[in-house]
């Protein structure tokens, strides 16, 4: 058990749910920083653009930023190099484009010096302009995936507009306190193989967590996997340890554990493992009764280290 001991009365009793999902823009509007994500890694985000540099250097086809190499067309009409990848003539001119690398304006871009994309987010660093996508892959400022796991959902945000979202959007479960008495429930065990249970959020220590259960086929073998992921950073989730455990029977199964970062999706989480694996039949076994029906009881804790 976790140092401090104890755990809480209140038991919380989930089902599995699933949701169709799709976030609808207005309510994405009022939150401090949420959106949808776009596809494209050359947004424009904390640029501005005085003397037409940064123009040149937009794609005129996706209007992403341009990275060596940077190609031409006969009449001197740039492209970038995803787009050249799927035109074989120039979307402005329809001349065949040929192989000529533009190497002025590649030279061009070289001297530039540009903010992060995610200067209203806080990141106020400047970079030279093929060190700034780099850079931006890896801003602790940029916005997070939502942790939601049950349908594809494209918002991105920071974690106050996360939460929110999951409130509002998702209808998540809302709970203060650092331990948990949670009761996964489920009528016909047997036939599903694969499902995921409304994700649960805790608030404590000025920080939230989200709890993930789900049952899923570890190669042949259906399991259960309970698992606490952060919302934060990969730095700040090392600052906490977390416990699940199941008992019945005069029988304890214990998992103890870092949670992990919003920043690895729940299905990297889950195919490392990183959480409480029960065995169906295990599960079964905890569940009492004829073995029929998933009662599960997840009991949790999670302190500062």
Request: glycine share 6%; net charge positive.
């Given at each position: 058990?976790?140092?401090?001991?104890?755990?809480?009365?209140?038991?919380?009793?989930?089902?599995?749910?699933?949701?169709?999902?799709?976030?609808?823009?207005?309510?994405?509007?009022?939150?401090?920083?949420?959106?949808?994500?776009?596809?494209g890694?050359?947004?424009?985000?904390?640029?501005?653009?005085?003397?037409?540099?940064?123009?040149?250097?937009?794609?005129?086809?996706?209007?992403n930023?341009?990275?060596?190499?940077?190609?031409?067309?006969?009449?001197?009409?740039?492209?970038?190099?995803?787009?050249?990848?799927?035109?074989?003539?120039?979307?402005?001119?329809?001349?065949?484009?040929?192989?000529?690398?533009?190497?002025?304006?590649?030279?061009?871009?070289?001297?530039?010096?540009?903010?992060?994309?995610?200067?209203?987010?806080?990141?106020?660093?400047?970079?030279?302009?093929?060190?700034?996508?780099?850079?931006?892959?890896?801003?602790?400022?940029?916005?997070?995936?939502?942790?939601?796991?049950?349908?594809?959902?494209?918002?991105?945000?920071?974690?106050?507009?996360?939460?929110?979202?999951?409130?509002?959007?998702?209808?998540?479960?809302?709970?203060?306190?650092?331990?948990?008495?949670?009761?996964y429930?489920?009528?016909?065990?047997?036939?599903?193989?694969?499902?995921?249970?409304?994700?649960?959020?805790?608030?404590?220590?000025?920080?939230?967590?989200?709890?993930h259960?789900?049952?899923?086929?570890?190669?042949?073998?259906?399991?259960?996997?309970?698992?606490?992921?952060?919302?934060?950073?990969?730095?700040?989730?090392?600052?906490?340890?977390?416990?699940?455990?199941?008992?019945?029977f005069?029988?304890?199964?214990?998992?103890?554990?870092?949670?992990?970062?919003?920043?690895?999706?729940?299905?990297?989480?889950?195919?490392?493992?990183d959480?409480?694996?029960?065995?169906?039949?295990?599960?079964?076994?905890?569940?009492?009764?004829?073995?029929?029906?998933?009662?599960?009881?997840?009991?949790?804790?999670?302190?500062?280290v």
């Amino acid at each position: 058990m976790a140092p401090g001991g104890g755990v809480c009365q209140e038991v919380i009793e989930s089902r599995p749910k699933f949701m169709n999902y799709e976030i609808s823009v207005a309510k994405a509007d009022k939150n401090s920083f949420l959106a949808k994500s776009t596809a494209g890694s050359g947004e424009k985000h904390g640029m501005t653009s005085s003397n037409g540099v940064h123009d040149l250097l937009e794609c005129p086809e996706c209007t992403n930023l341009m990275y060596p190499p940077i190609h031409q067309c006969p009449n001197g009409h740039t492209l970038c190099a995803n787009c050249k990848r799927v035109h074989k003539r120039c979307p402005t001119c329809q001349f065949e484009l040929g192989n000529i690398r533009c190497l002025a304006l590649e030279k061009v871009a070289e001297s530039l010096e540009l903010p992060c994309r995610y200067q209203s987010l806080g990141c106020h660093d400047i970079f030279p302009y093929y060190s700034k996508l780099k850079h931006e892959q890896h801003c602790r400022f940029r916005p997070y995936n939502c942790p939601y796991a049950s349908c594809e959902c494209s918002v991105k945000g920071d974690i106050p507009a996360l939460v929110a979202h999951l409130k509002e959007d998702h209808m998540v479960d809302m709970h203060d306190g650092s331990t948990f008495n949670h009761r996964y429930v489920k009528s016909n065990p047997h036939e599903v193989e694969n499902a995921m249970w409304m994700l649960t959020v805790f608030n404590c220590f000025g920080r939230q967590f989200c709890l993930h259960f789900e049952a899923f086929s570890l190669g042949m073998a259906p399991v259960y996997m309970a698992f606490l992921r952060f919302m934060g950073e990969d730095n700040d989730a090392k600052k906490f340890n977390y416990t699940l455990e199941v008992s019945a029977f005069g029988r304890k199964l214990v998992w103890q554990g870092v949670p992990r970062s919003i920043r690895d999706s729940h299905i990297k989480v889950r195919d490392s493992q990183d959480g409480l694996i029960i065995p169906r039949s295990l599960a079964l076994f905890f569940s009492g009764g004829d073995r029929q029906e998933l009662k599960l009881r997840i009991i949790g804790r999670i302190w500062k280290v």
